[in-house]
Every structure is written in structure tokens, then in C-alpha cells.
């Protein structure tokens, strides 16, 4: 692709490469709920996670984004002059002004390309889909000049001590955008739902840490998969003259605080099916005979409907989306990359042949609040080498997940102060180790007196090349 007067117009805009990037430090969810002094299982089945990723004072969200754009240009053989939008979605500012996006510029620096559009993105975890909204949009624009664009979005996640901190993760995903992708975005089927609330922000700027009303959030996630599902149903039956249902979608993805919500919004997606055919489910469930007539609204805070409709989405869940948490359980909540490190799970378990031809339905929400429901559709032919791509640079995320270090709840609590005592602290040079960061990453060396912050990079090969 080149920059030149003569451009034709893009088809089939979407997806054309994706990369993730999650820190080499995990903590276990259940030596951690001994440490905290919960009930075994309360992390770990009750809100169905793993581990959980995290960082020491060596990295923040400028060293998150430089790893993870680096590593989707070398492992794509790209050069940074085929880039004309850059986007970052970001929550994890660690600049009232500068752009996280401006810091990722010295990574074009030796190309001379330094007309490259777009900045950041903020509103919670939804900045990463707006971004990428942004440039899907650009691609299919008049103002597009035949470039590639690219979506950053990623943010470290941590909470104070108390009942959230377990929700943690951090993470980061780069995705290159542009035409005859494989994963092409359906743009006019979207639902979206916008509120003012006060579920979850950050209003001291002195601090890391969130604060949240956790009933609230929740209250406000699941009408937001109410309100989108049926804005898109709406939508899908004058564009594709189709009644939508949850068997539309072969896979589906959704943004993934803790991976027990996402099982929750499957049964959420089904209870909205039910009600419109209520006799299709009844047959197969009688005990769903007495709830044909509930009223949605009434429903947010009623636990045996959402025990029940759990129980009935349950294959569902485990064909469309299970596959989709491997890093939500893993690693945790990514915030504005959790989404997409989802789809990125989906590419790292499966086959071009089982994607090629496939819906894939993506729900993204973040607080305050802003939340969409689109989708994906994957190119009919299993050849094709760009999807055979995408497939084969997702399908080392189990074995990079596997060789993280794990950190006892004891040196993932100290790490946590020391990131505490000193965010925002100018002439800092950091305490973590760099040994422990998988090659190619970038770190934080230091912050000088004017607030400056250096990065420097681990080489790609030790001293054996290996």
C-alpha cells in the first residue's frame, strides 16, 4: 500500500493484522484468595479466574504500547512509512496533555514518516473501540491516502487494597487496519447505548487507583447489553432484512472485567431471544414456562432469572465464547485491550478452516459510560494468507503465557506499593528488575526532573542468539 493521488475505494475494511502483548509477572488467583483471607473459590469460581498479570514500576502504559506496536511491525515485516493513522485507546494516562501516541512517533523516527494521523482516546475501557471506530472510518473515507492504519489500545489495571483488587491485569493489543482484510468489521451494524453514570472513574490524579460502585457497574454493563443487542437486532433487519438471534453469531466476544460476567451476558443475550420467541426455549426447557411474561427491565437484579438463563446459554457459551477468555483468565482485565485480547484468544485456538466464513460478535463497554455491540465477519476462504497470518502470530499465546514468572501475593502486593509510593514522581529511576522482561520489551529507565520519561528496549536475542 502507497500513498499516491489515485486511490481506489477500499473494500472489505477490517482487521488485517493483530498482536498482544501482556506482562511477564502473574499472580495466582487462588494462593491469592488464601492471602487475602477470602473463601477458596471466591476469585477463582466465583469470578472464574486464573491469574492474573501485572507490572512492576519498569513499565506503564508508554512502554505497554511501544512493545506491542514494535512487535505487530517486525512480525508483520512492515515498515513504518505504510502507516498513515495511528489511534491509541487508553485509560491509564500518565499525562494530562502528551499523548501516549506522540511517545510511540520515535518508533517512525528512522523512516522520516512523521505524517501519521490521530491521538488518544479516553472514556474508561471503550477507548480502544472508539479508536478503532475511528480508523475503520478513516480507511473508508475520502480522506484516506492509501495507508495502513493502526489501533493501540491497552492499560494497566490495579485497585487499592480491598474486594476489587483481584479484577486486576494489564495488557496491550495492536491492530493493523486497512482493506481486503480477513477480519472484515460489518460498520453499519452497530448498537450503541451512552449514559452519564458514576460506576467507575478517576477523579484523583494523583493515583493509579479507581474509584467504583461495583452494583452499579454491573447494573449499568448489562443494560448496556440489552440496549445494544437489540439497537443492533434493529439495525440488522433493515440492512440485512434478518432477524437476529444469538445463532447468528458464531463466535462472540465481550469486554471481560472478570470472565464470570462474560458467561452472565451470554445468558443475558439469550434471556433478550427468549422473550421474543419465548415457545422455542419452553420446549426445550419447561421450567421457563412462568417467566415468558417478565419484563426486562425488572430483571437486573434477579438472581434466579440470571442462575437460569446461565443454565440455558450454556452450550452457547461454551461454543461461541469460552474460547474468547483465555487471556481474561489469564491474565486478567486488560481494560480498553480486554476486548480485543479476546478476539486475539479466539485467532489462538483455532484453525483457519473452523474462523473462515464466521460471525464474530463483539461487545464493548466502558464505564461513565459508552458501550457497542458490532461484529466481524472472517473471509469465506481458509487459504487465505493474511487470516492464516493472524492465525498462526496468536498461536504462541499459550506457550508465552506459560512461561511468565509467577510471583508470590506477598511480592505482588509490595510491587504494587512501590508502584503506589511513586506514581507521578519525577527524577525516578525505577526499582524492578529488567531481567525478568521477556526480550523486546520496552521499560521505563527514568524520569527526569522536568518529568520526562526515557524508555529503553531489551534486545530481541541474548548473548547465545537464542
Request: glycine content about 8%.
Amino acid at each position: 500500500m502507497a500513498n499516491n493521488g489515485n486511490i481506489g475505494r477500499p473494500q472489505n475494511v477490517g482487521i488485517v493484522a493483530i498482536e498482544v502483548y501482556f506482562p511477564n509477572y502473574y499472580v495466582n488467583q487462588a494462593e491469592l484468595e488464601a492471602h487475602d483471607g477470602v473463601a477458596a473459590g471466591k476469585y477463582t469460581i466465583g469470578l472464574g479466574l486464573n491469574n492474573m498479570g501485572f507490572c512492576s514500576d519498569r513499565e506503564d502504559i508508554n512502554s505497554l504500547s511501544l512493545t506491542v506496536m514494535q512487535r505487530l511491525m517486525e512480525r508483520n515485516n512492515l515498515s513504518y512509512d505504510q502507516i498513515g493513522r495511528l489511534e491509541v485507546g487508553t485509560e491509564t494516562i500518565v499525562d494530562k496533555s502528551k499523548s501516549t501516541k506522540t511517545v510511540l512517533m520515535q518508533l517512525f523516527k528512522d523512516s522520516g514518516n512523521s505524517e501519521v494521523e490521530g491521538i488518544d482516546t479516553t472514556n474508561a475501557c471503550y477507548g480502544g473501540t472508539n479508536a478503532l471506530f475511528n480508523s475503520i472510518n478513516w480507511v473508508e473515507s475520502n480522506s484516506w491516502d492509501g495507508r495502513y492504519a493502526v489501533v493501540v489500545c491497552g492499560d494497566i489495571a490495579i485497585y487499592s487494597v480491598g474486594s476489587a483488587r483481584c479484577t486486576g491485569g494489564a495488557g496491550a493489543c495492536a491492530m493493523l487496519i486497512g482493506p481486503d482484510a480477513p477480519v472484515v468489521m460489518e460498520s453499519r451494524l452497530r448498537g450503541s447505548h451512552m449514559q452519564h453514570v458514576y460506576d467507575f472513574y478517576k477523579p484523583n490524579m494523583t493515583s493509579e487507583y479507581p474509584t467504583v460502585d461495583g452494583k452499579l457497574s454491573l447494573t449499568c454493563y448489562t443494560t448496556s447489553v440489552d440496549k445494544c443487542y437489540q439497537r443492533y437486532k434493529d439495525k440488522a433487519a433493515t440492512i440485512l432484512n434478518k432477524k437476529i438471534t444469538l445463532d447468528t453469531f458464531d463466535k462472540f466476544c465481550f469486554h471481560s472485567p472478570f470472565c464470570k460476567l462474560v458467561q452472565k451476558s451470554v445468558g443475558r443475550i439469550t434471556l433478550n431471544d427468549f422473550l421474543i420467541d419465548p415457545e422455542r426455549y419452553i420446549a426445550e426447557f419447561p421450567e421457563l414456562q412462568n417467566l415468558r411474561d417478565v419484563k426486562i427491565d425488572e430483571t437486573y437484579t434477579d438472581k434466579n432469572i440470571e442462575k437460569t438463563f446461565v443454565t440455558v446459554s450454556n452450550n452457547s457459551f461454551k461454543q461461541k465464547t469460552k474460547g474468547s477468555l483465555l487471556l481474561a483468565g489469564e491474565v486478567g482485565n486488560m481494560y480498553t485491550a480486554s476486548l480485543y485480547g479476546g478476539l486475539a484468544s479466539l485467532f489462538a485456538i483455532s484453525s483457519a478452516e473452523t474462523l473462515a466464513g464466521k460471525r464474530i460478535g463483539m461487545f464493548s463497554y466502558g464505564s461513565g459510560s459508552a458501550a457497542t455491540l458490532y461484529s466481524f465477519r472472517v473471509v469465506d476462504d481458509a487459504t487465505n494468507s493474511k487470516l492464516i497470518n493472524i492465525i498462526n502470530n496468536a498461536a504462541d499465546i499459550p506457550a508465552r503465557l506459560e512461561s511468565r514468572k509467577k510471583v508470590s501475593p506477598d511480592d505482588f502486593v509490595k510491587t504494587l506499593a512501590i508502584r503506589e509510593d511513586n506514581h507521578s514522581s519525577n527524577n525516578y529511576s525505577p526499582v524492578g528488575s529488567t531481567e525478568d522482561l521477556c526480550p523486546g520489551t520496552y521499560y521505563l529507565a527514568h524520569v527526569d526532573d522536568m518529568y520526562r520519561r526515557r524508555y529503553e528496549r531489551k534486545p530481541l536475542q541474548n548473548s547465545n542468539g537464542i
